[in-house]
């Protein structure tokens, strides 16, 4: 599977989780319960989901004797618009979804394109159900108004999200009108039995190649969904046997992380606290663990942008197919310090993958990423990582094709190295 294939079927977190999940059970993980007791081998490969849209996996190594946990973080969730509970708003002779915003979007970019809508439904089937839903089509469209009404409107143009940024989804003059009973056909469900919804919009156009010498990739989601499919392919292809391999791809990034499958919910601890006491190890001996362990946050960086060259920092930037963004800054926005760089500077090497270091400019604030919200509730030394894009948080954006090859290697050995930190600044591996 190709990143864009991937791309192509994650119109939402839950739709990812889901396809995260089977490419696990194909390669001979199982799927554990956290409301039930695990029971773990040496050698075994776990994962568990929350919320049908966050998703933990771990390999058991053969030597347990002396413990950590490599692990990396990414996240499935991008800006877009989410349906409210009564979501339509009848205008004339117009049908519009009533949406909220969800997370940062880039409100022009999502103007004028063919719109699908997608996400869960809870049905109530002898007990509440989840079931996904794509439409893969266009469902809807958001109108711009012409420049003939508005003739500043390349000057800039401000738009209210309850006004502007409604989509229009139907003309009631031809034929059904009613998409929850839409939903209902397309689920073979009764419409009485749904029970309530997550629906997002999500661009219908999944991706292509660009470029002279297609060394770009345009697509929706690229943030951060470049990261998360990376970081699975490499998990899945290393081996180690004496460190415990982790692989968290979370949702919920994009508005602060703060629910109970997001990376400042405990779900990280509790998955690693609870492996260890499922290996017969007592509490001393997970704290031990942790002390050696080592998370690679795997969030999309911002790439140089040679029309914006002022926006950038002058002896830091990063360009897109020059290798993995390395993230630094002071203010501990990014969890990188001298030793997490130190470390991940010699995983890169060991690779042969190419890396670059990136800070923000001293008078702009760059975004936020799973590090730092993780290290809250999971205290283990951190780097913090990317891929160099364009357009972050437009509903259509642009990375290096050249930058995958770097980022795979060098995850991969990332996952085979077996850390000791001996003493407070002091590695070995």
């Not at 968290?248 to 629910?259: C, R």
């Not at 950038?312 to 926005?333: F, H, M, W």
Request: negative net charge; proline residues 3%; aromatic residues 8%.
């Amino acid at each position: 599977m190709t990143l864009l294939e991937f791309i192509k079927k994650a119109p939402t977190a839950f739709h990812a989780c889901s396809m995260i999940s089977d490419i696990l059970l194909e390669n001979g993980f199982t799927h554990l319960s956290e409301n039930q007791k695990w029971e773990l081998k040496k050698g075994g490969k776990y994962f568990i989901t929350r919320n049908s849209s966050s998703v933990i996996a771990f390999t058991i190594p053969l030597d347990i004797t002396e413990l950590s946990f490599n692990i990396t973080a990414a996240h499935l969730d991008s800006p877009t618009f989410k349906l409210k509970p009564n979501f339509t708003i009848s205008m004339d002779r117009y049908l519009k979804l009533n949406t909220e915003v969800y997370g940062g979007p880039i409100y022009n970019t999502w103007m004028d394109r063919p719109l699908n809508i997608a996400g869960r439904i809870i049905v109530n089937d002898n007990g509440l159900k989840t079931k996904l839903i794509s439409f893969d089509k266009a469902m809807a469209v958001i109108p711009n108004c012409p420049i003939h009404y508005n003739r500043e409107v390349n000057k800039g143009v401000s738009l209210n999200p309850q006004i502007e940024l409604l989509p229009i989804y139907a003309d009631k003059n031809y034929g059904k009108a009613d998409l929850l009973e839409l939903i209902a056909h397309k689920l073979n469900v009764e419409k009485e039995n749904i029970v309530s919804t997550d629906l997002y919009l999500s661009l219908l156009d999944r991706g292509s190649m660009c470029g002279l010498n297609d060394e770009f990739i345009m697509a929706p989601q690229i943030d951060n969904l470049e990261c998360a499919f990376i970081s699975l392919q490499s998990f899945i292809k290393a081996t180690n046997g004496s460190s415990i391999n982790i692989l968290a791809e979370f949702d919920n990034e994009e508005i602060g992380s703060l629910t109970r499958q997001g990376a400042a919910s405990t779900m990280l601890g509790d998955t690693l606290q609870r492996i260890s006491l499922a290996l017969g190890l007592n509490e001393e001996q997970h704290k031990m663990a942790l002390a050696n362990s080592f998370i690679v946050s795997c969030d999309n960086a911002q790439g140089y942008h040679p029309n914006y060259p002022s926006k950038y920092d002058p002896t830091n930037q990063s360009y897109l197919n020059e290798g993995i963004v390395i993230k630094n800054a002071a203010r501990g926005s990014y969890t990188t310090d001298a030793m997490s760089l130190a470390y991940f500077k010699t995983v890169c090497q060991r690779a042969k993958a190419r890396y670059q270091l990136n800070t923000n400019r001293s008078d702009i604030m760059g975004g936020s990423t799973l590090g730092a919200i993780s290290l809250a509730n999971v205290s283990i030394l951190s780097v913090d990582i990317g891929l160099a894009q364009w357009a972050m948080h437009s509903a259509y954006e642009t990375a290096g094709a050249k930058d995958i090859d770097d980022l795979e290697k060098a995850l991969t050995m990332f996952y085979q190295m077996h850390l000791k930190i001996d003493k407070d600044g002091e590695l070995s591996f």
